[in-house]
């Protein structure tokens, strides 16, 4: 029973549990294998830990409120799941485009590296995949650029190391929790609706009397994934 599962625990140990609850509403993805910026070296989080040693609990919860908890061993990532797809995230354009590359940064980096190796590059590293791919014509403005790194930090999909996130020398850790916000059977329609919306930006520079429906219909092309 779930009410008998819950008073087992400790004083701090239901507190814990109500807090890492609301985190994975508000985060949707936990991983395991974290950095941590004080001791400057990778280690195992505790939130993960906690959750498996009480993955009933947390199941047999979230299901009252009609979320399913789900854990992929491999890649050690819990999330959840809304069975009415209420805690879908719109990601706006520019978001979206960063999060396609960093997914193929980490696909880059799986098949030259061993797959437990963290997937670490820097923000040049990112720009410089995007516009190889055509994702954009140039660097995109710093604001642009700090803005979609921390809509991903916020869902533990990225973590930054250090500095600054729009300087180029930064360093970011690509989570494996992407793998589940960009499956492999989205890569190819992403990549698809990429390039069409760098077709519609190449028109909006051909016809600058159209700016304002231009505009409109960009600002409205959010991407939810």
């Known amino acids: 029973m ?6 087992d625990l400790t004083n701090a140990e239901k507190e814990n549990f109500k807090r890492i609850v609301s985190m994975m509403l508000a985060k949707t993805f936990i ?3 974290i950095y941590d910026k004080n001791q400057k070296a990778f280690k195992s989080n505790a939130d993960y830990r906690f959750i498996d040693r ?3 609990l947390f199941k047999e919860y979230l299901e009252l409120a009609g979320f399913r908890l789900i854990k992929d061993s491999n890649y050690e990532v819990i999330y959840i799941e809304n069975e009415y797809g209420y805690n879908k995230k719109r990601l706006d ?14 696909d880059e980096d799986r098949e030259s590296i061993n797959l437990n ?13 995007l516009i190889d791919v055509g994702a954009y014509t140039k660097k995109p403005s710093d604001l642009e650029i700090r803005t979609a790194l921390s809509n991903l930090i916020n869902f533990n999909i990225i ?12 360093k970011i850790i690509i989570l494996p929790s992407i793998l589940f916000v960009i499956t492999n059977e989205k890569i ?12 519609d930006e190449n028109t909006q520079d051909e016809n600058t009397n159209e700016n304002e429906e231009n505009e409109s219909q ?3 092309e959010e991407i939810e994934v």
């Open 2 to 7: 779930l009410i008998e599962k819950y008073n």
């Open 31 to 33: 991983v395991n294998r």
């Open 54 to 56: 009480n993955m009933e």
């Open 93 to 106: 354009k520019n978001t979206t485009i960063f999060l396609y590359g960093l997914r193929l940064k980490f």
């Open 117 to 129: 190796t963290d997937t670490i590059v820097s923000v040049s590293d990112i720009i410089k995949t």
């Open 159 to 170: 973590q930054k190391v250090d500095g600054i996130l729009e300087k180029p020398e930064t």
């Open 188 to 199: 190819t329609n992403l990549s698809q609706l990429i390039n069409s919306l760098q077709d």
């Open 218 to 220: 960009s600002e409205s």
